[in-house]
């Protein structure tokens, strides 16, 4: 994948497998294959980097041999570098680190894209976004964190629209493809705001699949 395929694209909706049903994955899976949904998000956690754990390598391979869309795989892990390649290997077309999980930052996003995946930057709420101006252009995606990492089912932090707006005015001034995921409290509610802020791909969760209708809400979160 390449960030300018998606360029003349509508939004893209991402929804997170951390609030699907683990006790019958499957079905999730085929919901989402046969949804208007782009990609899967996929949050690993290792309970040091945030007080939280999710998953690991047996279930990205079980969902990326069932997944019929890109997987993107949301590193809130610390010293990433170590395990960018057996995420490569196990299915990730999109790897994303935290700006604050790395000492060595621009060497981890040319490991990420030595690997053919595209590089993800994500910014916790507290990271200003003006720290990515001189590392923007080695990324293929920003996440803004609209929520504290950790845990689903949280409010979206209202601040967070001009974060993305203040990043899309920096990818815009590079003339760069970059590409802006949100992540954290994203609903019908907001959508509509977050993609007019400047949002390329809209993660969502617990609205997802707290509903009874997970594949119509992800249709509505597709409209604009």
């Known amino acids: 994948m390449k960030p300018d395929q998606f360029e003349n694209m509508k939004h893209l909706v991402a929804p997170s497998i951390l609030s699907a049903d683990f006790g019958n994955l499957s079905k999730d899976i085929e919901m989402i294959n046969q949804s208007m949904a782009d990609w899967f998000h ?22 990326a041999l069932q997944a ?11 010293d990433p570098d170590r395990y960018i390649q057996a995420f490569r290997d196990t299915g ?3 790897i994303t680190v935290h700006y604050e999980a790395c000492i060595h930052l621009h060497r981890t996003l040319q490991l990420i894209r030595d690997t053919g995946a595209l590089a993800g930057l994500a910014l916790n709420p507290h990271t200003p976004v003006q720290l990515i101006d001189e590392i923007v252009s080695e990324t293929d995606l920003v996440l803004i964190m609209s929520v504290n990492p950790g845990f689903g089912g949280q409010k979206f932090i209202p601040h967070s629209l001009d974060k993305i ?11 760069l493809k970059t590409l802006i995921e949100v992540d954290g409290g994203v609903d019908l509610t907001n959508y509509r705001d977050i993609v007019n802020a ?19 809400v992800i249709a509505d979160l597709k409209h604009i």
């Open 42 to 63: 996929l949050d690993i956690m290792d309970g040091n980097f945030v007080p939280n754990f999710s998953f690991g390598f047996p279930v990205i391979k079980a969902i």
């Open 92 to 94: 990730a077309h999109v």
């Open 165 to 175: 707006a203040r990043t899309r005015a920096i990818i815009e001034s590079r003339k």
């Open 198 to 216: 400047g949002a390329n791909i809209l993660v969502a969760g617990y609205t997802v699949f707290s509903s009874k209708n997970p594949s119509g």
């Open 68 to 78: 019929s869309k890109p997987l993107d795989v949301h590193l809130m892990i610390r």
